[in-house]
């Protein structure tokens, strides 16, 4: 039986929302282990002169905790 794990992170882009979800699972996967999947939470966005300067998504990241067994 698998313990899974939650971590809600935001990833940024300046080309989509779609990209700022995958620079959050690149960047979260650099230091965690066993991710097995990822929700989308929102998608929000900075804007500057009228226009999108940054893309957000927000995602909540599983992955599984290992066991001392």
Do not use: C, H, P
């Not at 039986?1 to 979260?28: C, H, Q």
């Not at 300067?53 to 599984?64: D, P």
């Amino acid at each position: 039986m698998d313990t899974i794990k939650i971590l809600e992170i935001i990833g940024t882009s300046e080309k989509n929302w779609e990209d700022a979800a995958n620079n959050a699972v690149k960047e979260t996967s650099e230091t965690v282990n066993d991710i097995t999947g990822l929700e989308v939470v929102s998608q929000t966005a900075k804007v500057k002169s009228g226009k999108i300067s940054e893309y957000r998504t927000t995602v909540k990241i599983a992955f599984k905790v290992k066991s001392k067994r």
